[in-house]
């Protein structure tokens, strides 16, 4: 068990740039999530996977936002036309349905920072 | 809506004194469950316990104890005899149960930076 991975753990870009975020999860969890954490803040909920189906996505996902997961192992999160108010950690943490703790395991994360 | 209110920002303690970490909620539902998450220096979110609201039994786990009581809707976090390696930001969150399951979407606190002097 190598725990949830996420890349690039860091990433500069211009305003204006697309980014794209990597995440593989816990390999026998069918559940994963996006979570931003801007400093000083708690995590938010972005969006939330079931194998390959998108459940939900927050309001606070654009549409310059898109995640997949298209085999239901790794996920991509991607933002189009970054803005500086997108600088943020990005939070991938998976779970597997079912289980009683509700006990969801995250990544470390990926920065961005938008110039 | 939901609702976690962390009030305190920052606590400072001394090694091994007891410190218990405020958390007040917010939610419609009759079903929901209430976490803790600890997130150290390197930034990975560990999870240290989930209570469902049918469960209003206080927990104890080693130094670490819960206190959750429907009546305030309060679901504090108490340290007994902190350590250095405590310190870190510690997170409050609620969920719905809602048909995705209890997992779901978790509504985070703010956080409470705590920090163990030796």
């Known amino acids: 068990d190598t725990g949830v991975s996420q890349n690039p753990r860091h990433k500069i870009t211009k305003r204006g740039q697309n980014v794209t975020f990597r995440c593989d999860p816990i390999?026998?969890?069918?559940?994963l999530y996006w979570y931003r954490q801007t400093l000083g803040q708690g995590p938010e909920f972005l969006t939330y996977?079931?194998?390959?189906?998108?459940?939900?996505k927050s309001r606070l996902l654009s549409d310059r936002f898109s995640a997949e997961r298209p085999k239901g192992s790794f996920s991509t999160l991607e933002i189009q036309r970054t803005e500086q108010g997108d600088s943020a950690m990005y939070l991938c943490?998976?779970?597997?349905?079912?289980?009683?703790?509700?006990?969801?395991?995250f990544g470390e994360g990926s920065r961005l920072t938008v110039l | 809506a939901q609702k976690v209110t962390q009030a305190q920002t920052e606590i400072s303690v001394v090694e091994k004194e007891d410190v218990t970490l405020d958390c007040v909620y917010e939610?419609?539902?009759?079903?929901?469950?209430l976490f803790w998450y600890k997130q150290p220096p390197s930034g990975e979110l560990v999870f240290l316990i989930r209570r469902n609201s049918f469960d209003e039994q206080n927990e104890i786990s080693g130094r670490y104890s819960w206190n959750f009581q429907k009546s305030t809707s309060s679901f504090n976090f108490t340290i007994t005899a902190s350590q250095v390696v405590d310190s870190a930001v510690y997170f409050c969150?609620?969920?719905?149960?809602?048909?995705?399951?209890?997992?779901?979407?978790?509504?985070f606190g703010k956080g409470i930076t705590l920090s163990v002097r030796p």
């Open positions: 943490a998976s779970s597997l349905q079912g289980t009683n703790t509700g006990e969801l395991f």
């Open positions: 390999s026998e969890h069918n559940r």
């Open positions: 939610t419609r539902d009759t079903t929901y469950y």
């Open positions: 969150a609620l969920s719905e149960a809602g048909y995705t399951g209890a997992n779901s979407k978790l509504t």
């Open positions: 996977f079931q194998n390959e189906a998108q459940l939900e």
